[in-house]
């Protein structure tokens, strides 16, 4: 192998063996995702009911991803969730494509992205609100995570689920505009990722003495808009996906995590975090 291409192997191994990760969760455990948000559904179900609380494989795997992800930040999101893989890759053929036709699709603006970063909340809330109430369960055929749950169990039984198909549809052409369109904006899951207290041991951090002058290659390759705070900053760790592809773009290799000496894409740390969620997944909440 040649000089040049050994060095763009291992500029882009990270990306490979992100890549490897996602697309072993999305086969081996594509519901964890709705499983999570399954469970959020049923505490505020029972809530409106008034029954008791009782720990159902749902509210297990909700109690895993968020002990989780409280300790390693978003990883779930960044590797292991099937719709936030599904995002990636419609969002990375969108862009292959636009390149082979020379042709760019219209950016959503950043003023409008920071404000519909707000939807998801709203969504959770209308969601909790809905089961509360105890009416969540009329408008089932309208979840476009079910159709996506049905098509990754291979079901397709998907008789009333027009709307559900519909706005799923709706929200892959969005992930065709705008990278983690779904994640950034509507989902209810992330919403609550991103309400729960994290440790900033893993959150990203950079150390702005070593920056390039003017250089802003991490922020702007960032899909939430997130800028690193400097080392000891406020950290972004509810925000962020845990992408990695700050880190990646970096020229002078000045992203880290809370770990100063672990940048966060090495390959063994993808490689133990996605073993860790794994291990847990299957032997804590039975998935
Ligand atoms: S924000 Fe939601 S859809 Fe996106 S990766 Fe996280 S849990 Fe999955
Ligand atoms: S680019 Fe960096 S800060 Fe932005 S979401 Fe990805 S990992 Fe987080
Ligand atoms: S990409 Fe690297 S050098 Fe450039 S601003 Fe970000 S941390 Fe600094």
Redesign the pocket.
């Given at each position: 192998m040649s000089k040049i291409n050994k060095k763009k192997l291992m500029k882009n191994l990270p990306s490979y063996i992100r890549f490897a990760i996602q697309l072993c969760f999305f086969l081996v455990l594509p519901s964890a995702f709705t499983g999570a948000f399954s469970g959020v559904k049923y505490i505020f179900t029972s809530l409106g009911e008034g029954t008791v609380l009782e720990a159902t494989s749902f509210v297990t795997v909700l109690i895993t991803l968020c002990v989780f992800t409280v300790v390693f930040g978003r990883f779930f999101c960044?590797f292991a969730c099937a719709f936030g893989s599904l995002g990636d890759w419609v969002y990375a053929i969108g862009q292959f494509v636009q390149k082979k036709l020379k042709k760019r699709l219209p950016a959503i603006p950043v003023r409008v992205r920071k404000a519909l970063d707000w939807v998801k909340y709203v969504v959770l809330v209308l969601i909790a609100g809905l089961c509360f109430l105890g009416v969540y369960g009329d408008l089932s055929g309208s979840s476009p995570w079910d159709v996506f749950s049905m098509f990754t169990a291979l079901s397709f039984h998907l008789d009333g689920y027009a709307v559900g198909i519909v706005l799923l549809a709706l929200i892959l052409v969005g992930m065709v505009f705008q990278e983690?369109f779904f994640c950034r904006f509507i989902c209810p899951m992330g919403a609550v990722f991103s309400l729960l207290p994290m440790l900033p041991l893993f959150s990203?951090f950079r150390s702005r003495e070593n920056c390039i002058r003017g250089c802003n290659a991490?922020g702007n390759?960032?899909?939430?808009d997130?800028s690193?705070p400097d080392d000891g900053g406020e950290a972004?760790a509810s925000?962020?996906?845990?992408?990695?592809?700050?880190?990646g773009i970096c020229p002078k290799s000045n992203?880290h995590t809370g770990i100063k000496i672990i940048r966060?894409n090495e390959w063994w740390w993808m490689l133990v975090r996605g073993v860790i969620l794994l291990a847990c997944c299957k032997l804590l909440a039975g998935m």
């Open positions: 960044g983690r990203l991490c390759k960032c899909p939430a997130l690193l972004v925000r962020c996906f845990q992408c990695q592809k700050c880190t992203v966060g």
